[in-house]
Structure formats: C-alpha cells, structure tokens
C-alpha cells in the first residue's frame, strides 16, 4: 500500500489517466496528457518499474503495429464496491481495473437501519476477500453507494426519505475497525453515472443515468464529471410532479413521478387489474405467488397481456414525462435507464422514448439517446470500484 | 490590436484571470493561478511594460497596507455588447473592464427578420463608438445575446421559434464588413449568466439564471462555467408543463409554462380581467393606453387591486411550478431572475418562492436564494462585453 508514497504529480496522472482510459496505449495517455512521447515512456517506464502499471497483453493498432495495453498493475491490491439498495445487497472484490473477482448478491432491507445492514457487508466483504485469496490489507479503497442523499464530503446520508434511520451515521466509522483503507460514500444513482462514465472512458461529456426502482433517482454527468449540486442533491428527480391532480406521495405533494410510476406504483396497478378481473394472468401470478412486481408485469405483457401492457404504457408515459422537463432543461446527449424497472422490458423504454419525444423540443431530441443502461445491474457496483480507485488516487496524490 | 500577439500561455492566463477579478490585487492574481509571488511580479510587470496591464487606483488591504488594483488597461481598445430582445434592443461601448462608455436601448421586433435588425444594429455601433471617441479599429470583440437557440460554434440560430427568420443567417457575416475584430454570438439568457459570473468573480459555482419576457430561457452555470447542452439547447425551460390542461402553445404542446406566465400571458389575463369588470383600475389604464402590460399589471397590485394581485399571484406560482422541478434535478445554490417581468415587483418573486418552497425537496431548498438579477435590465449587455472579451482573450492567445 505504501508503493505510491512519493509519487510525483505528473506520475500520478499518469496512473489517473490509465485507470480511466484502462486499455490504452502509451501514445493515448501521453496524448491525453499533453506530454511529450518521450516524457510519457519515461514516466510508464518508471511506473512499470516500480510495480504500478503493467503492460498486459498487446493492442493491434490500425497501422499494423503493436502497442502495449497499459494498465494498473494487479498487484496494486483490490477495492471493493458495494452498492446498497432499498431491498438489496451487492458486493464485489474489484482488480485495479474494474474486473470483478468474487461477487454476491443478497436481498436486503435498509429500514433495519445501518447497524444491521453493515454487519451483514462487514462478514460478506471477508467472505469475498477470502474467496479470492486476499485479506485486508490488499484492500485500496472501499467504494459504497447508498439510496439517498449524501452529504459527499463527510460520506453520510443527510435526511434519507427511505432509510430515516440512517441520517448522519457515519458508514466510514463502522468499516474503519476492519480496514485501514480509505472509504468513500455516494448516492447509488451517482456511482451508477460514475459507472457509465468509466465504461464510456469519458467519451461522453454530458448524459444522465436514471434508476427506476423503489424510488426514481438521477445520476448527472456535466462536463465528463459527476456533478452533486450545491447541497448534493442534484438529481433528486423523483419529486418532480407529473400530475396536479395525482395521488399523495410520502413526500407530502402529491403526483410525484415516483409514487406514480417506481416499482411500488407498478405493483399498485397491477394488483389493482388481478382484483378488478381484468387480466386473468395477472390474478393467477397473485394466486399462486402471493404478490406481484414488476417482473410479473413484463412477463404477462409480453405474453400479450393488454391490462399488463397498459400499466407499463402508463408508467413508462409518466416517467417520460418527468424525463422531457429535465431533457429541455438540460439538454443531454443520452438518457441511460437502470434499476429494476429494466426487467420489464422494451415496451416501457418505448413508452418513455414516446413521451420524451412528444415534450421535449427538436432541438434537444434531435440526437438524443434513450436506453437501459449498457451495465446493466453491474452499473452501480463499477461506479463504486470507479469512486474508491478515483478517489484513492486523489487521497494518495496528496499525501506526501 | 497588435498588442498581444507573441504573448506565453503565462501571461495570457494573468490577463484573463485578471479580467475575471477585475480590481483584484498582484497577490490575488498568483494565488488563483498557483504561482510564485515572484512570478506573478514578473509576468504583471512585463504586461504593464508592454501597456496591456494598468494599475488602477489603490486597494486598500486589510493589514493597513496599500495594493494596486490590477486591471486590463483600457489602452487596449473596446468592446460592444449587443443584446438583442424579441422587443427590445440593447447596444453598449464597454471598456476591457465592462465599464459602459456609451450606451442605447430602444423597442425593436426581431420578426423584421436579420436584414432590417442588423442594418439598424451597424448604424446604432457607428453612432456609440463616435460619441465616445472611437472608430471600428478599436474594437477588440464584439458579443451579441439574440432570443433563440443558438450553434454556439458557428455562432448562428437554429430553428428560433420567436424569430424564424434568422434561423441560419450569418450574424457573424454581416458585421465582418465593418470590423475586423471577432464576433460571438449566444443565446441571451446565457449572456445574463455570463454576465452574472463575472459580476460574482466566479464566486458562485452553480446557478441559474431566468429570463421571463416575451419567453422563458434559463442560463445555466455548472462548476463556474455557462452550460450549453449536448446540441446547445440547455435551459430551454419555456415549454416545461406545468398543466396538462392548459392552453395550447405555439410549440404544438399544452400548458407550457411559457404560454401560461410569461409577459403575453399576464397581459391576456390582464386585459380579460379588464373586460370582465373584475379590475376597475387595469380597465381604466386599458382604456386610456388601447393596451396593458405587466408594468400595468404590477402598479396595479402595487395600489392593491385584487384582480391584478391574483394574476401576479398566478403566473409566479406557475414558473415556481416549473422552477421547482429544475431545482429538484439541479440543486442550484441561487436562482436570479431576469427579463420584464421584474418591473412587475415583489409579490411575484414572493409568489415563485413559496411555490418552490412547497415543491422542492427540504435539502435542495434549505440553502437556496431566490432572487432578483443583480445586474438588473443591464445583465445581458455586461454578459455580452464579458463574452467578447473572455473569447476575444481565448483566440488571441491561440494565435501565433
């Protein structure tokens, strides 16, 4: 842990820029960088030397020629990412370059607040280590992602409307008697835009990635940087009325887009059309599981079920809805859609795609891209492997 | 004009950053950039020698002791700023330091198309520069805010939906017959927030700025600079719904908050609440004037007509409306807003602010500023000399 002590500042952007562009050629970072090939080789081959970076494999370049693929060494260490949901739990031991090497996945419930919660991450984070040979020690930089807004210079949740008891915790405190690694704390949707941006390599400059689950959240992309808002809640788009005349939220206001069209809203109908007769799919899925979701919903509509289609239509209208406000305001290049809702299938991506396109202006749709996140689930644990080795590098870049 | 050809990278950072800080001292100048006290003298020194640099008066610094005020020395030549409204046309002489040396305003109608606007615009420039002294050789930079979404690059509109008529017609062409100095052009909400930046020093990170006139745009600041948008639309908020029973708008949507509060909407209420007898005081200012406006309408309030009051009242719950949204998704640290409809007082920044108050969630509200634009009717023009010169800067240090 201590092989970055040291370090020089154009050194550390060199490790900065490869983790961002992981893959790349020397020639890409030193373009990247604004450096001089021979200044760039120079600093590579001393990285190299020092047990930093590693040439793994090699690339086959259009001219015919073969460059090194750079990349941070393996023998760097791990992070670990962790992302908390409302109802679930997912874990993940991260190399230096994002690729998972042990990962679990739980349901969870964050309403029994962080003491029981954390426990539970605290023996599966040693079971995974474990799993894949390693101990504490060779942990870098823990990344966590939770679902609610964080205060993200002091890591803590700041008045979580789902997990009340949460607020002001400190989640680096509780991981602190394990491991002296660093830990880093941000809201899921963030670390999912974290995510995407590090798959993209910053090849987009401005999009956003919305979660549907539970609730509905923004994660914003400014620039090529996660950007939080003055008080860091930025993208707290759940809230945003859809309807004058809609149901009450939890909130207080009423027409909220998430109390009408999140996971919880979809479940709402779709019980609502098993008990008023009208989908004989619906029912019998309620009959013999004893609830519905939105995975139910999918199947029964892509069976042809009409009830079922008109819910996801529905939804998918509301959330495109929402989506074109924030499309005219902010004028993104694409709108990725993660969370749960992506089980249900296409028909809601054409539906938000529909209404979006009804709302918004041309000249802000013109080359607009609406899909599910390309990462799928794996979004917002990368976005957190994304943070602790992003962050890490800061926190080392600075110490002397 | 010649002046600043051959300069470093050093120096021009020293002349920009001074231009961003105008008035600062030697000593502000090094610490924004990171250098040596030493090296700021220096690279100040030598562009005082070579007459691009002033120092302005004394600054009077807390420690008793005495520092110039550094300033871009109005040797340098001038700036016109052009802010061109649906109605109204702004034209200023400004100095390096955004000083108005000679200004105009008069009513226009940009539908006359670019050729009449334009020809009258070059006339109003001759006239300006003359009367403080001036000639076309010089101007420095020339900055124009036009009411329309604007290709920032190439500096022309793109389907303006006020002023279809200038939709691609070279701005920048039809003034290069007079000046050899660069043209900019942007959208003129965004100028208000390039006008506000720099009044603030760039000492707020991210706000917004709203213009309510004939339209609504919102200026949008991120990270301490204008954002765009991915096609250059970003802040299009006028056509934002904020009922989906609402009049129909020219955009082909229903109830777009532009259609319900901006200034043709609080006349039309205005002069129904005149013929329907509900205001005696909007009917007589109507019978004498053939006409009313949101002037009208606020000195109505003003004198406590209750039809008047509620019509303020309406359209301000109406762009809170839709303002709370935007905060929701942005978190914004200040909303300043901009454009006529300030002449219409106070009880409709009241009737924004608890709109927003009662939408916006507890944490992106608990530290936002709602207010009037500081620089008031003079924003845009200020935007506009910031624009040309931060550009102007831009390209002549590109420049060999």
């Known amino acids: 842990m201590e092989r970055w002590s040291g370090l020089t500042a154009d ?52 001219g015919g020629r073969r460059a090194e693929n750079l990349q941070l060494n393996d023998a760097l260490g791990v992070l670990i990412g962790i992302d908390i949901g409302a109802t679930s ?7 230096p370059d ?12 964050v309403r029994q607040g962080p003491g029981v919660v954390l426990a539970r991450v605290r ?23 939770v679902p609610g807004p964080v205060n993200f210079q002091i890591g803590q949740l700041v008045n979580p409307p789902l997990m009340p008891a949460w607020d002001g915790f400190s989640i680096r405190d509780a991981l602190r008697e394990d491991y002296t690694a660093p830990v880093f704390v941000d809201n899921d949707v963030n670390l999912m835009a974290l995510g995407e941006l590090w798959r993209l390599k910053r090849s987009l400059q401005n999009f956003l990635v919305i979660k549907v689950g539970t609730g509905i959240g923004c994660g914003i992309v400014v620039h090529g940087e996660v950007y939080r808002g003055a008080a860091g809640s930025a993208g707290d788009v759940g809230h945003i009325c859809v309807d004058q005349e809609g149901p009450r939220c939890h909130c207080g206001n009423v027409g909220c887009v998430e109390v009408m069209a999140a996971g919880p809203a979809i479940t709402r109908m779709a019980v609502q059309a098993a008990e008023a007769g009208e ?59 993660g969370g749960g809702i992506t089980h249900i299938g296409p028909l809601f991506l054409a539906a938000v795609r529909q209404s979006v396109y009804q709302r918004s202006l041309a000249l802000s749709t013109r080359h607009l891209e609406i899909q599910y996140t390309p990462l799928g689930p794996q979004a917002g644990l990368i976005g957190a492997g994304a943070l602790a080795m992003q962050e890490t590098l800061k926190v080392r870049g600075i110490a002397p």
Not at 40 to 56: D, H, M, S, Y
Not at 128 to 143: E, T
Not at 314 to 337: C, D, E, K, T, Y
């Open 89 to 95: 739990l997912d874990i993940a031991v991260l190399g």
């Open 98 to 109: 994002l690729r998972p090497l042990a990962q679990h996945t739980e349901a969870t419930d």
């Open 123 to 145: 023996v599966l984070m040693r079971e995974l280590l474990a799993r894949c040979g390693h101990g504490a020690k060779q942990v870098m930089g823990i990344g966590i992602g």
């Open 279 to 337: 989908s004989e799919m619906l029912a019998e899925r309620l009959r013999t599981q004893g609830r519905l979701d939105a995975v139910d919903v999918g199947h029964a509509g892509r069976a042809g079920d009409a009830a079922a289609n008109g819910i996801i239509q529905r939804a998918g209208n509301l959330l495109g809805q929402m989506l074109a406000s924030v499309v005219n305001f902010f004028n993104p290049s694409h709108v990725f859609i």
């Open 11 to 62: 050194e550390m952007q060199v490790l900065e820029t490869t983790f961002w562009s992981s893959g790349g050629s020397r020639h890409g970072v030193a373009e990247r960088l604004g450096f001089s090939k021979s200044k760039a080789n120079g600093l590579i081959a001393g990285l190299v030397e020092q047990g930093l970076l590693a040439e793994a494999g090699l690339q086959r370049s259009s």
